[in-house]
């Protein structure tokens, strides 16, 4: 398997000197390559510049400029293939008629990232192994840095990537050829919905509570988003305000991240096959068609707009993609099975005469049958819905 660690970094002073450098310098080789292209596209002869031809001029522009041959020369490819990767996003939008969104030039403060492709080149992993306490990553330009290693590496470290995160520094790992830890078989299956009340409901009746971090976040994000909005563009104090409102919105991001971890392994641990729904998250959470010409006295008619901004901030909160992301990759280590079914009308289905209709489901947390009387918890029934599609498919695939 493939698998990524994340780590956070110990530089010294001087060291996150060097790394803010090394940032501001990728920053402007990025941006170079950016207006290259743009003017060679707007000249006459729509010349398209592409990576080999950039690539190809490595060697001279860090024999003229200092600044740039201190980095790595792989890690300064990485960052002309990080451009062409926006373009090829960029050119396949347009060919499927979604928003284009062109490579924008980087300011201070979004680029954030280096990427090494090779260990070992420009960038060495473990860099001091004898060393009895500490582990250490070397980086070109910055020398042996510090870094907190919380957890065993397992396989080939393929990639590395520095990442600045407001004032912390984190190293990212790539790694190849990670070997699976399966779990003992339980002869468990289980059926899951997603939701807002509850981040998770199983088929066996559990619910997994859904903290709703941002909610509960919002009056601190809301004073330091109230604060920045008064502060001078350009100034220092507007900085400062700028890395309140991210601290607050990162803490708020790995809350999330933890909860979905901790859902996902009590999960993985119990069942050798889990059944979930095929979800369109991003099309769930689009806004709401604008609201309609009005009627003939001039009145709008409600299109419950409102209602749908706030139940895609819900979802938004709840992190459904975190949680199938964790779900899949901690199943596959375990060596469990996830299959996924088609939602439509998991919600509205009754399991006992396979009645569907809307009105099977008066509020939402009820759910009863207007034909045979079944009653349950509205999440409980969809998800015992969602296990028998799974295990009808199952039984399809195993047959054919």
């Not at 680029?111 to 009895?132: A, I, K, M």
Request: with cysteine; net charge positive; aromatic share 6%.
């Amino acid at each position: 398997m493939r698998r990524t660690y994340r780590f956070l970094l110990r530089p010294t002073a001087r060291q996150v000197v060097a790394l803010t450098a090394m940032l501001d310098d990728h920053r402007t080789l990025y941006n170079a390559a950016l207006q290259e292209r743009r003017d060679a596209y707007a000249h006459p002869s729509k010349t398209r510049i592409r990576y080999g031809d950039q690539s190809a001029q490595l060697k001279e522009i860090r024999a003229c400029d200092p600044d740039q041959a201190r980095w790595s020369f792989s890690s300064q490819q990485a960052t002309l293939r990080r451009l062409t990767l926006a373009f090829e996003a960029f050119f396949r939008r347009v060919k499927g008629g979604e928003t284009p969104g062109y490579p924008r030039f980087k300011g201070a403060g979004w680029f954030d990232t280096v990427t090494w492709p090779v260990d070992n080149d420009g960038c060495r992993w473990d860099s001091q192994p004898e060393h009895p306490t500490r582990t250490f990553v070397r980086l070109q330009g910055a020398g042996h840095v510090k870094v907190h290693q919380h957890r065993p590496v397992r396989g080939r470290v393929k990639t590395l990537s520095v990442k600045r995160e407001g004032a912390r520094w984190h190293l990212i790992l790539s790694c190849d050829d990670v070997p699976a830890k399966p779990l003992p078989l339980t002869g468990a299956v289980v059926g899951i919905d997603l939701g807002v009340a509850s981040l998770v409901t199983d088929s066996n009746g559990e619910h997994y509570g859904n903290p709703r971090f941002l909610r509960r976040s919002a009056d601190r994000l809301a004073d330091a988003q109230r604060d920045l909005s008064r502060r001078r563009r350009g100034s220092q104090r507007r900085r400062g305000a700028v890395q309140r409102v991210a601290a607050v919105s990162r803490h708020v991001a790995r809350q999330r991240v933890d909860l979905a971890n901790k859902t996902a392994n009590a999960i993985v641990a119990g069942h050798d096959l889990i059944v979930v729904e095929k979800l369109n998250i991003k099309g769930m959470v689009k806004r709401a068609r604008p609201k309609p010409d009005p009627d003939s006295a001039g009145r709008f008619l409600p299109n419950g707009q409102a209602a749908k901004s706030g139940l895609n901030t819900s979802m938004h909160d709840a992190g459904w993609g975190v949680f199938l992301h964790a779900l899949r990759a901690k199943a596959e280590s375990a060596g469990r099975l996830v299959v996924e079914v088609n939602p439509r009308h998991t919600s509205q289905r009754c399991p006992g005469c396979g009645h569907v209709a809307a009105e099977n489901r008066p509020t939402q947390a009820r759910f009863l049958c207007v034909r045979c009387g079944h009653a349950a918890h509205a999440d409980v029934n969809a998800a015992v819905n969602i296990l028998r599609a799974g295990l009808a498919l199952q039984t399809a695939a195993t047959s054919s």
